[in-house]
Structure formats: structure tokens, C-alpha cells
């Protein structure tokens, strides 16, 4: 018996690329954003600000998520945790009785997603020709992560939106969107929780003056980079560039020998 799509006829096989198109324009499409002109980021701002008058705390995650693997999916999952933390400590709730959760429909997860320029730019100095994965799949692949719920058998997105964050030098887009995105919510008193990881220091230290500027009570939350790796067998940590590494042949995989 064959299966999968080795049983189809070639006139029923989807092609690659209409495939992809259909995932992220339709099954996905309706949680990606790509403001190409000011006016599609005011578009951008005022839907996230929709969510706020609905009850919605929001977050903000930035990255270029290259090589998908499940550390991704534990940052962004902690990143809904420390902003339903965020969330209950606003509305005064006690977090010994109620402890935050991600799959909380009370957090709005927004992540800026780099492009494929400006992944290029900034890992330059990193193994291999990067990005490995073109923009579109990267979102594809974090509209497709999932956080059980209570109920059996339910899970929900852990991503609620994605907005491409462009290069400048980029012909199809000049909006910068993570940095500008953020500096907008927090000006409407729309921003909640601005998740960074701690080995960006100088977006650590440009995010607390925003917040700290102004009126706001939005709260700037770093992830440890102690906390957020799982590691393999030999204690690497498993990110992006390692894995490049590794499949180039830079940091062979290293069998743990076992004792008899």
C-alpha cells in the first residue's frame, strides 16, 4: 500500500511552491503581517490596539527564528508565561492561588519576524549562508507552534500574530517594524510585556528607556540565557548556529560513550 503522496497521480499532486503560497496566504495567512508603507503599519498598530480594548495583554518578541527548533517554541511559550505574569500582576491577581500559564487567551503574542535581508545582515558572521529558511516559512513555522490547554485534546497558537520586520534597505519594505512597533504600542499605552532575550544588551537598555519614558506601565522582561536553552547529550545548547555548524561539519556530533 502506498501512502502519503507517493499514492497520488501526478495531476493531483500540489505543486511546491502552491503549497507554501496556500499555507501561509490561507491556513496561516490570516495571523502574518507584512507592512510594506506607513500606512500598512498604522493598519498594524490599530488591529494590536483593537485587541487591547478586547481585554488582550499584549507582548512583543523579536528574532529571525532561523532553523526552527524546540528552543524556539520554549522562548516564545515563556514569553506568553511572563506576560500573563504580567498580566495578573495588573489586575491584581494572586499568582500563589492562580500561577500564569501560557495558553492564557487573555495574552496577545505578537512576534516581529526578520527578513530574509536582515537575517543576512545580521548573521553574516555566523556559520553557513543564512538564512537557511526564507521568510515565509520561518512564519509558517511559528504560526504552527502549539501550547496544550486544560481541555483534553486542545491546543492553541502560541503565536497570535507575526509581522515581517524589514530591512531598510530592502526595495519591497523600509518599515523596520520591531523597534518602531514597540515605540508606537508603548506611546498608546497599548504594549504590555516586551520580551527580550539577554544577550542583547544594547535592545535591553533602548527598551527600558522607552518604557521608562514614558507613562506607561508596560514591563520589559529578559529571558536568561542560562534558562533558556535545553542542551543535548554533551551539554550543547541547542540554537540555530550550532545546528548550522554541525550540519557543515564545524562542530561534529560528539556519541556519548556509555560505560559497560
Not at 143 to 170: G, H, K, Q
Not at 176 to 191: C, G, I, P, Q, Y
Not at 235 to 250: E, F, K, P, T
Amino acid at each position: 500500500m502506498k501512502m502519503g503522496y507517493e499514492g497520488l497521480s501526478s495531476d493531483l499532486a500540489i505543486p511546491k511552491q502552491e503549497l507554501v503560497d496556500g499555507m501561509t496566504d490561507g491556513i496561516w495567512g490570516d495571523r502574518l503581517r507584512y507592512p510594506e508603507n506607513e500606512e500598512d503599519f498604522l493598519e498594524l498598530v490599530e488591529e494590536i490596539e483593537t485587541e487591547v480594548v478586547g481585554g488582550k495583554h499584549v507582548v512583543i518578541v523579536d528574532g529571525s527564528f532561523d532553523v526552527p527548533h524546540p528552543n524556539h517554541q520554549w522562548y516564545l511559550t515563556h514569553a506568553r508565561v511572563l506576560g500573563e505574569y504580567d498580566n495578573q500582576l495588573k489586575r491584581g491577581v494572586d499568582i500563589s492561588d492562580v500561577p500564569p500559564t501560557p495558553e492564557s487567551d487573555e495574552v496577545f503574542l505578537v512576534v516581529t519576524l526578520d527578513t530574509d535581508q536582515r537575517v543576512a545582515n545580521v548573521k553574516s558572521s555566523k556559520p553557513g549562508n543564512r538564512p537557511v529558511y526564507p521568510w515565509r516559512l520561518r512564519a509558517m513555522t511559528l504560526c504552527n507552534f502549539m501550547v496544550p490547554t486544560p481541555e483534553p485534546n486542545r491546543f492553541r497558537p502560541v503565536v497570535d500574530l507575526v509581522a515581517i520586520d524589514a530591512d531598510p534597505s530592502e526595495p519591497i519594505s523600509s518599515v523596520a517594524t520591531h523597534r518602531k512597533l514597540a515605540e508606537e504600542l508603548v506611546r498608546r499605552d497599548a504594549l504590555g510585556t516586551w520580551v527580550i532575550y539577554e544577550e542583547h544588551g544594547k535592545a535591553i537598555d533602548l527598551a527600558r528607556t522607552i518604557c521608562d519614558s514614558s507613562r506607561t506601565d508596560a514591563k520589559v522582561r529578559v529571558i536568561d540565557t542560562g534558562t533558556t536553552y535545553m542542551k543535548d547529550e554533551n551539554g550543547i545548547r541547542w540554537n540555530s548556529s550550532g545546528l548550522v555548524a554541525r550540519i557543515l561539519g564545524d562542530e561534529p556530533y560528539h556519541v556519548p560513550q556509555t560505560q559497560d
